[in-house]
């Protein structure tokens, strides 16, 4: 990833709504979510969420793919994960058996099972 898109990506991130539609978007991997789902959880207009999703999408932070009447929007994982290396490269200055607790990309969510408790 190149300083210019980290950049994009960053100042994609830094507002609000964006912030809580991309964190969303997240939780809702692989799936993705309608545009009128997202601004209904986030609480703001559609049409204001459009433009935000927009940006999110030049950012390449997100996708969108229509779906009958609706378009679907997911996180782009791939971005998430380059720009997170982008950040950590060369973060051990060349000893890599420094850097082993950036791998795997830390996930705050519990795994899923099929068992009831």
Same mark, same amino acid.
């Given at each position: 990833m190149?300083?210019?898109?980290?950049?994009?990506?960053?100042?994609?991130?830094?507002q609000?709504?964006r912030?809580?539609?991309f964190r969303?978007l997240?939780?809702?991997?692989?799936?993705?979510?309608?545009?009128?789902?997202?601004?209904?959880?986030?609480?703001?207009?559609?049409?204001?969420?459009?433009?935000?999703?927009?940006?999110?999408?030049?950012?390449?932070?997100?996708?969108?793919?229509?779906?009958?009447r609706?378009?679907?929007?997911?996180?782009?994982i791939?971005?998430?994960?380059?720009?997170?290396?982008?950040?950590?490269?060369?973060?051990?200055?060349?000893?890599?058996?420094?850097?082993?607790?950036?791998? /795997?990309? /830390?996930?705050?969510?519990?795994?899923?099972?099929?068992? /009831?408790?």
């Amino acid at each position: 990833m190149e300083s210019k898109d980290a950049l994009e990506a960053f100042a994609a991130l830094s507002q609000s709504t964006r912030l809580d539609a991309f964190r969303l978007l997240i939780r809702h991997e692989p799936d993705g979510l309608s545009a009128g789902e997202i601004a209904a959880r986030v609480g703001v207009p559609q049409n204001t969420l459009s433009t935000h999703l927009a940006i999110l999408t030049r950012a390449r932070l997100t996708s969108s793919e229509r779906r009958s009447r609706s378009i679907i929007y997911r996180a782009n994982i791939a971005t998430v994960r380059e720009l997170v290396g982008f950040l950590a490269d060369d973060c051990c200055a060349g000893h890599p058996e420094q850097c082993l607790v950036l791998e /795997p990309l /830390p996930c705050g969510c519990e795994p899923k099972t099929n068992n /009831p408790a």
